[in-house]
């Protein structure tokens, strides 16, 4: 698990406005260097830049100008397109896998990493390279569904960018892992004309740019997703960014040394306890801290607990997931006077591992306070000169009583004993949210045989000499256990292929997420025929002659995989791979006459011959073979009357035949002629009878371009031209509506 491990704190309530508007930044190329002036209002305050200064300032890194750099560097990558290269954002080009471009965005880390490493040849260099570096890193998850992959999936993530990072450092080779399969960066592409830059090669998971054509988990997962219902993801994303900027922060301070020159030269003097400034923002001279928004989370309860979210409404959770809680407290706004002190207890029975518990970070007010590493430890945060006070806070683990605790002390600096005054108290009533609230954080694991065990967390607060208050009760159940699966059976054994497979299978506790189906022909090794699917059956072809064994197994929504069985659930034997046409259909829809075969079909390159009302067989196109047990073709030219298709391999053997009657009258709309187009408004459509039809443009907005009524001047396709304004390019969406019915086509218009 990620921790920080060096106290610090991180406070302010006010966005830094530092006196140097221009910052400049660095570009190299080869020995070369180039400088560009950047409005410091521009590129200093966007996502990158407060979480850079965020983390850093809490780090102890307190240097303004160092701070203003960094946060520039990295905000601008975003904004200056001679910086674009989709490795520096995890972006998924057109026609790349996430595969790939998790290797390029790889790559760039560790080459970041490398300018890092040698500060001592070129600072600039080496800031440059480290303010790329986090963008990067912050954008690995804001670029990609990482909020909603399990533990184990996400830990494969972030050991991934830190096994970058690492590399970088130590100029060593790059280990790419390979990637969780439900993991994906989504698509953007520079390339593409105007908003299609963000719905590149119209990709399943694009970027995303205009919301109501993006719905998780089809994109927008949380860059761009800040408003309801997205927000959610966006606030995930940007906490798991904070950690893996932390992260990298503390991979550098163990290459280079904790205070040592080298770290000096990068990031400045490390103060982790720097006094508190009254005025907002930078100081001028450099040496003051960096004054930040802290997000406070709130609750309706003014005392509260939380915990793994886990899984459906018991909240399922692994027995090897390191488990974050965090406790709530509040001096209720209608109190009479601030609180002095403040205790905290949280009991961890069995099966909590109590020697693995691990301190959080404290947050008083909007004041972060990240402790010692350790059982127990004590701080002393001072106050001055908003307030004449020092705040003690001391954490202690009891692991005879199986307790973790936390107090709270105002303390009096000129005596250093608890402050005599009724009103001197460090957490004040909360009628100016956050200032009465406060909130501690840990972490704990599990003991062995936990699996099924339900957990009850609750903790007791007490303030002053008030009775202790009980939080609500926090649960989660642990579910260990993976589903049971079986293939129930296989239509086709002692007969010929391909054949019929079907599985099923049960989970008791997070529910069946999906099956992987195994093969096995004449005793060899088992390969995987069917993934991740859903689905509880399907046709199988034989590679040839020859018994086939087949067994399932299931995995649950946490990532339990059921264990292979000793032996498979089924064994199918196969007589012959000779071409076998099991049945044919012919049905008439609506975009044309649709014909498809199942059987066993050893080769490519098979044709389709029509004969219609007796008349000569004409050849209509080759078969698209689906799969080895599926051909399927659309006859999108059909004509009335009684048709019989025929169909005949290579050799002009024929191998099947299905006969229907056809009345081919149907809507048919093939939208922009040509598509892509360079403006125009032609497009094809065949309408079933008289009635007129409407065609209607809309473009990515939804905004209306054209609205017109349409007639065919008899049976078959037709292009029609619509009267309007010369599109622009981009993408546009046209719609044909005719008796009730209605066809959407997608087309582009290019300059």
């Known amino acids: 698990m990620r921790q920080a491990a060096t106290p610090h704190i991180i406070t302010g309530n006010g966005t830094p406005v530092c006196a140097a508007l221009l910052v400049c930044l660095v570009v190299f190329g080869g020995c070369c260097l180039s400088r560009k002036a950047v409005a410091w209002e521009t590129f200093g305050n966007d996502e990158h830049g407060r979480i850079t200064r965020r983390v850093l300032s809490g780090l102890g890194y307190h240097d303004c100008s160092t701070l203003d750099l960094l946060a520039a560097v990295g905000a601008a990558q975003d904004f200056v397109d001679d910086f674009y290269s989709?490795?520096?954002?995890?972006?998924?080009?057109?026609?790349?896998?996430?595969?790939?471009?998790?290797?390029?965005?790889?790559?760039?880390?560790?080459?970041?990493?490398?300018?890092?490493?040698?500060?001592?040849?070129?600072?600039?260099?080496?800031?440059?390279?480290?303010?790329?570096?986090?963008?990067?890193?912050?954008?690995?998850?804001?670029?990609?569904?990482?909020?909603?992959?399990?533990?184990?999936?996400?830990?494969?993530?972030?050991?991934?960018?830190?096994?970058?990072?690492?590399?970088?450092?130590?100029?060593?080779?790059?280990?790419?892992?390979?990637?969780?399969?439900?993991?994906?960066?989504?698509?953007?592409?520079?390339?593409?004309?105007?908003?299609?830059?963000?719905?590149?090669?119209?990709?399943?998971?694009?970027?995303?740019?205009?919301?109501?054509?993006?719905?998780?988990?089809?994109?927008?997962?949380?860059?761009?997703?800040?408003?309801?219902?997205?927000?959610?993801?966006?606030?995930?994303?940007?906490?798991?960014?904070?950690?893996?900027?932390?992260?990298?922060?503390?991979?550098?301070?163990?290459?280079?040394?904790?205070?040592?020159?080298?770290?000096?030269?990068?990031?400045?003097?490390?103060?982790?306890?720097?006094?508190?400034?009254?005025?907002?923002?930078?100081?001028?001279?450099?040496?003051?801290?960096?004054?930040?928004?802290?997000?406070?989370?709130?609750?309706?309860?003014?005392?509260?607990?939380?915990?793994?979210?886990?899984?459906?409404?018991?909240?399922?959770?692994?027995?090897?997931?390191?488990?974050?809680?965090?406790?709530?407290?509040?001096?209720?706004?209608?109190?009479?006077?601030?609180?002095?002190?403040?205790?905290?207890?949280?009991?961890?029975?069995?099966?909590?591992?109590?020697?693995?518990?691990?301190?959080?970070?404290?947050?008083?007010?909007?004041?972060?306070?990240?402790?010692?590493?350790?059982?127990?430890?004590?701080?002393?945060?001072?106050?001055?000169?908003?307030?004449?006070?020092?705040?003690?806070i001391a954490g202690r683990l009891d692991v005879q009583t199986r307790s973790i605790e936390w107090s709270f002390a105002a303390i009096d600096p000129a005596t250093g004993e608890l402050v005599d005054d009724p009103l001197g108290g460090f957490l004040p009533p909360n009628t100016s949210p956050p200032n009465g609230e406060g909130q501690v954080f840990y972490s704990v694991g599990l003991a062995p045989g936990a699996s099924g065990a339900e957990l009850q967390n609750k903790a007791l607060i007490v303030f002053d000499a008030n009775p202790a208050l009980e939080t609500p009760v926090w649960s989660n159940r642990i579910d260990d256990a993976p589903p049971t699966t079986f293939v129930s059976g296989a239509q086709g054994e002692g007969g010929v292929a391909p054949f019929r497979v079907a599985w099923m299978g049960q989970d008791n506790g997070s529910g069946l997420k999906g099956y992987s189906v195994f093969v096995s022909k004449d005793g060899g090794p088992f390969e995987p025929w069917q993934q991740a699917t859903d689905d509880t059956s399907a046709m199988f072809a034989p590679t040839g002659i020859g018994t086939y064994a087949i067994y399932s197994v299931g995995e649950d929504s946490l990532g339990n995989v059921e264990d292979a069985p000793d032996a498979p659930d089924v064994v199918v034997v196969v007589a012959t791979t000779e071409t076998v046409v099991a049945n044919g259909s012919l049905e008439l829809q609506w975009d044309g006459a649709h014909i498809s075969w199942r059987g066993l079909f050893d080769d490519y390159g098979y044709k389709l011959f029509r004969v219609v009302d007796g008349v000569a067989p004409a050849e209509v196109g080759p078969v698209y073979r689906r799969d080895r047990a599926t051909l399927e073709f659309i006859d999108d030219s059909a004509v009335d009357g009684q048709c019989t298709y025929r169909l005949v391999r290579p050799n002009g053997d024929v191998v099947g035949e299905v006969t229907g009657v056809l009345a081919t009258r149907k809507l048919s709309f093939q939208g922009f002629l040509p598509n892509p187009s360079r403006g125009g408004l032609e497009f094809g459509l065949a309408l079933p009878d008289a009635r007129p039809g409407t065609l209607q443009v809309f473009d990515v907005g939804g905004r209306r371009i054209v609205h017109q009524e349409v007639r065919a001047s008899g049976p078959g396709m037709h292009v029609v031209r619509l009267v309007g304004p010369r599109l622009v390019p981009g993408m546009y969406f046209v719609k044909l509506q005719h008796g009730g019915r209605e066809i959407v086509r997608r087309g582009i218009v290019m300059r």
């Open 86 to 392: 989709p490795g520096a954002h995890f972006d998924r080009p057109c026609g790349e896998s996430t595969q790939q471009a998790f290797n390029a965005g790889l790559g760039l880390i560790r080459s970041e990493a490398l300018l890092v490493a040698n500060v001592g040849s070129s600072r600039e260099h080496a800031r440059l390279g480290l303010g790329r570096m986090l963008h990067a890193i912050q954008d690995a998850y804001s670029h990609s569904n990482y909020v909603d992959l399990s533990p184990a999936s996400r830990q494969q993530i972030d050991d991934a960018i830190d096994g970058a990072v690492t590399a970088g450092l130590a100029g060593a080779d790059l280990n790419v892992p390979a990637l969780p399969a439900d993991f994906y960066l989504t698509a953007y592409d520079p390339r593409e004309p105007g908003p299609l830059r963000y719905f590149p090669c119209f990709d399943s998971h694009p970027h995303g740019y205009h919301f109501p054509l993006c719905f998780p988990p089809l994109g927008c997962i949380s860059g761009d997703a800040k408003d309801f219902p997205f927000a959610r993801g966006h606030d995930e994303a940007i906490g798991a960014a904070i950690v893996a900027t932390a992260s990298a922060i503390g991979l550098i301070e163990t290459h280079f040394g904790r205070g040592s020159a080298e770290m000096g030269s990068l990031l400045g003097a490390r103060t982790p306890f720097y006094p508190l400034s009254a005025s907002l923002g930078c100081a001028e001279s450099g040496d003051g801290p960096d004054v930040i928004d802290i997000e406070t989370i709130t609750s309706s309860d003014p005392n509260d607990i939380t915990g793994p979210r886990g899984l459906g409404i018991p909240r399922y959770i692994v027995s090897a997931e390191v488990l974050d809680y965090s406790i709530h407290f509040e001096n209720m706004a209608t109190a009479s006077a601030p609180a002095q002190q403040v205790h905290i207890a949280d009991r961890l029975d069995v099966p909590y591992d109590i020697l693995s518990v691990a301190f959080g970070p404290v947050l008083v007010g909007d004041t972060l306070i990240i402790p010692p590493v350790g059982p127990s430890w004590s701080v002393d945060v001072d106050m001055r000169p908003k307030r004449d006070m020092i705040i003690r």
